[in-house]
């Protein structure tokens, strides 16, 4: 059997019918077309080889950190007295319903029973038909000197049975009936009943008139002249000018810095805590004086907030801020004097970050963040118990991505004084 010989490739299939000159054109032509491009691509990557080993090394350069410029200020030390404050309204210290314990008709009512009305204590306010009432006394006293006759009378008669019984010699003592000692208690009876008619009389009366029981102003009235009233109704109301009470809500850390406490009274001979009240009244500014001689014996269960009343002496008068007074509804805000803390570290308020955290300037232009213990902050100052020392360099600008060690700049050191501190609920 002859061997199958292996089959020729295609392109010598192609080829196979042409010379040998045009078949040695043809192949090489094939040859440079695939040779060609590996050539071309081989060659563009040896360029970028040489051209990177040629391209000079950038100069390595050390970074330099830049200082943050800040704005600093001194932590000083001093006493303090604290200052917390509140708001509250003003409400009257005595405020009644003006109500008649008798019925009747309206017959007078005094100019100075309206809305706003001024008027002194014994001030003659408001009177019920009296006529009917004073029938009555007049009934009443008749009634008492018929009584009184009866009495006279059995006595009388109690004197001449004695003289009787003696005259007629009869032995021992006489009986009292004989005497008319019943008849004589019977009558007083009736003569103690009469006059306690007449004392109530004269009492329903008297209540037909009401009288102001203080120095006062009319808040509201609900009658006119000319209707019929029953004892009970509402004839008005009125409250007292002598004092005025300001109710200040106060929480936990407002009592501790004031110095009081639950159901806290002001000690005999004491006038209390000083609290100044001020407010907008007409667009102006008023300022009055007062203490705090009370707060209350339980929290509000709503709000847990304790309130502390300030009394305000004579209000319309000498209490008053030049002719202003201290009226019932008004809205004041409230500074009290609190405790005095010695030797406190005071910072500027823009010094404090957050609750308690304050960025110190080192003396080798570094940050160094501090933790601190803060006793009462306002909008100006920060009062601290512990965390710093007097002297300290603290920063009051403001800083982004803050760092233990960073550099800072220091630009300019405020000078501050130390002054009351106030908490601001």
Not at 56 to 63: H, I, M, R, S, V
Not at 315 to 333: H, M, Q, Y
């Amino acid at each position: 059997m002859r061997p199958t010989s292996a089959p020729e490739p295609a392109w010598e299939q192609d080829i196979a019918p042409l010379n040998k000159r045009e078949r040695g054109k043809l192949v090489l032509t094939r040859i440079v077309s695939i040779a060609l491009p590996v050539l071309m691509i081989g060659g563009a990557i040896a360029g970028f080889m040489v051209m990177g080993a040629m391209k000079p090394q950038p100069e390595e350069k050390e970074e330099v950190v830049k200082a943050i410029p800040v704005l600093t200020a001194m932590a000083t030390q001093d006493n303090v007295t604290l200052k917390v404050r509140v708001q509250g309204e003003v409400q009257p210290h005595t405020q009644i319903n003006l109500v008649p314990q008798v019925g009747g008709k309206i017959s007078y009512m005094s100019p100075k029973f309206i809305e706003g009305g001024k008027f002194r204590k014994g001030d003659l306010l408001v009177r019920v038909e009296p006529a009917e009432y004073e029938l009555r006394v007049v009934q009443a006293r008749a009634n008492v000197a018929q009584a009184e006759t009866v009495v006279m009378r059995e006595r009388s008669e109690g004197e001449i049975a004695r003289q009787d019984w003696e005259e007629l010699g009869r032995a021992g003592e006489p009986t009292p009936l004989t005497l008319r000692q019943p008849q004589l208690a019977e009558a007083r009876a009736q003569l103690a009943s009469a006059e306690a008619q007449l004392a109530e009389a004269e009492l329903q009366l008297s209540r037909a008139s009401l009288y102001a029981p203080f120095n006062g102003r009319v808040t509201m009235r609900h009658i006119d002249a000319g209707e019929f009233v029953t004892a009970g109704t509402r004839l008005g109301e009125i409250y007292a000018t002598d004092i005025m009470d300001v109710r200040l809500p106060m929480t936990n850390a407002d009592l501790r810095q004031a110095g009081l406490t639950l159901g806290y009274e002001a000690p005999s001979g004491s006038a209390g805590i000083p609290v100044k009240l001020s407010a907008d009244v007409a667009g102006r500014m008023s300022e009055w004086q007062g203490r705090i001689v009370r707060t209350d014996s339980r929290f509000d269960a709503e709000t847990r907030v304790l309130f502390a009343y300030a009394e305000v002496i004579d209000p319309f008068g000498k209490g008053s801020d030049d002719g202003v007074p201290l009226a019932p509804g008004i809205f004041v805000n409230a500074d009290i004097e609190g405790q005095t803390l010695e030797n406190i570290i005071s910072i500027p308020r823009a010094a404090l970050r957050g609750a308690d955290t304050v960025y110190v300037a080192n003396a080798d232009e570094t940050l160094t963040v501090k933790t601190v213990s803060v006793v009462s902050s306002d909008r100006n100052t920060a009062i601290l118990s512990e965390g710093l020392n007097s002297g300290t360099s603290v920063i009051t600008s403001p800083i982004r991505g803050v760092a233990d060690g960073m550099k800072v700049a220091v630009v300019e050191t405020l000078d501050i004084e130390a002054d009351d501190a106030e908490v601001t609920p």
